[in-house]
T-cell receptor, first 115, second 110 residues
Framework: EAGVTQFPSHSVIEKGQTVTLRCDPI?????LYWYRRVMGKEIKFLLH????????ESGMPNNRFLAERTGGTYSTLKVQPAELEDSGVYFC?????????????FGQGTRLTVV | QKEVEQNSGPLSVPEGAIASLNCTYS??????FFWYRQYSGKSPELIMS????GDKEDGRFTAQLNKASQYVSLLIRDSQPSDSATYLC??????????FGPGTRLSVLP
């Protein structure tokens, strides 16, 4: 069974440009999470989808970040325009429907560098 | 504000010893607790989950949970150099996002 996949694995863009990150969760997982780890800091929550709906987007840093999950399958996270402080590793994770066993499985992450 | 705290380390133990990693959390309503291992440049990998007070053992790993003290720990027996990584504690309520601690760097010395 395929795990959580993210694309691209690395992205280097200039300040002011737009970047779109993609996450394909494990098939059948309703929950999809985006997290970010900036250098030297802990992994921080960005937002949580349940199917196609945004359950919690309290971690989104500002309105330059837009996440979508059309059809409840894959998700995209767009940063427009990118700023230097957006550099970091963006992780996507998915988990099955709510219940006692709600382990989240992580993708390999997208390393974003804004120069 | 939900918080999860861990000692950043590095925690150094000799090969074959027991490594003890600790985590405290502030949200008393937390229901699920996880330990992830993250090698440098890699994604977090789930190694243990625990949901009720007490101990849970899986191979060389034992997770311990004490909800009254808001404390969860991970013991690694017979530590190996391949266990050297950053260990992340994560806490969640059902249906909500995972809150991660900053991680503890473990170094197992041959």
């Amino acid at each position: 069974e395929a795990g959580v996949t993210q694309f691209p694995s690395h992205s280097v863009i200039e300040k002011g440009q737009t970047v779109t990150l993609r996450c394909d969760p494990i098939s059948g997982h309703d929950n999809l999470y985006w997290y970010r780890r900036v250098m030297g800091k802990e992994i921080k929550f960005l937002l949580h989808f349940v199917k196609e709906s945004k359950q919690d987007e309290s971690g989104m840093p500002n309105n330059r970040f837009l996440a979508e999950r059309t059809g409840g399958t894959y998700s995209t996270l767009k940063v427009q325009p990118a700023e230097l402080e957006d550099s970091g590793v963006y992780f996507c994770a998915s988990s099955p429907s709510m219940g006692a066993s709600t382990e989240a499985f992580f993708g390999q992450g997208t390393r974003l560098t804004v120069v | 504000q939900k918080e999860v705290e861990q000692n950043s380390g590095p925690l150094s133990v000799p090969e074959g010893a027991i490594a003890s990693l600790n985590c405290t959390y502030s949200d008393r309503g937390s229901q699920s607790f996880f330990w992830y291992r993250q090698y440098s440049g890699k994604s977090p990998e789930l190694i243990m989950s625990i949901y009720s007070n007490g101990d849970k053992e899986d191979g060389r790993f034992t997770a311990q949970l004490n909800k009254a003290s808001q404390y969860v720990s991970l013991l690694i027996r017979d530590s190996q150099p391949s266990d050297s990584a950053t260990y992340l504690c994560a806490v969640t309520r059902y249906g909500q996002n995972f809150v991660f601690g900053p991680g503890t760097r473990l170094s197992v010395l041959p």
